[in-house]
């Protein structure tokens, strides 16, 4: 069968919950520079940096597909909390973390010819007291490595979540509800719901 859109993110995460809806949709990662602009609220960004993805998707492709772009960013106290550097700026973020609670701010865009569309969840997220022992081994598990905030809450990084306040598939990577939303404007729908007569 045809694929019905492209989507241009590298991320497994986002792929694998696409996939829930049972669409049929191309990889097509999007390079972009992912820089925090003087004086951009974390909302701003994580909406420029989707349609930035989904518009570089656009550009690039011949398919003449609808581009989904994506962008998922942890938030501490305004700041934003990108991937790590290394073993130490993990350990520094996740003590940040520690017995706080946090924004993640995940953003969906879709780019089809001159028509674009965002949206924005935002989701808080507790976390219980970390222990330095275990934010160490939590490290040399390998799973803190590529992730925004230096957790995954669908892996290991879910041991220390004692509170979630909206969109857990936001949080992971990509707001399917959201997602779904702004696809139907686009004439997308999840293969289980009965398409518009």
């Known amino acids: 069968m045809e694929p019905q859109l492209l ?11 696409l996939q829930q809806f049972g669409l049929r949709f191309v990889v097509a990662p999007a ?24 518009r570089a998707g656009w550009q690039r492709s011949t398919l003449g597909l609808p581009v989904l772009g994506a962008d ?11 991937k790590p550097r290394d073993r130490d700026d993990a350990l520094a973020m996740l003590a940040a973390l520690s017995d706080r609670e946090h924004e993640v701010y995940s953003a969906a865009a ?7 569309a ?28 590529d992730k925004a905030g230096s957790y995954g809450i669908q892996g290991l990084g879910a041991l220390f ?6 969109s857990y598939s936001g949080v992971v990577g990509l707001p399917l509800f959201e997602t779904a939303a702004l696809l139907k404007q686009f004439g997308i729908e999840p293969l289980f719901l009965p398409s518009r007569a």
């Open 31 to 54: 390079d972009i520079v992912e820089q925090v602009e003087a004086g951009e609220t974390a909302a701003d960004y994580a909406r420029r940096i989707a349609l930035a993805k989904a």
């Open 110 to 116: 879709v780019v089809h010819d001159a028509c674009e």
């Open 72 to 82: 998922t960013d942890v938030v501490l106290d305004g700041r934003i909390l990108g």
């Open 161 to 166: 979540v004692t509170e979630i306040s909206g």
């Open 118 to 145: 965002v949206a924005l969840s935002v989701t808080r997220v507790r976390f219980a007291a970390i222990a330095p022992a275990q934010a160490a081994a939590y490290w040399a598990s390998g799973e803190p490595a």
């Open 7 to 17: 989507l241009a993110s590298q991320s497994p995460r986002r792929a694998e919950l």
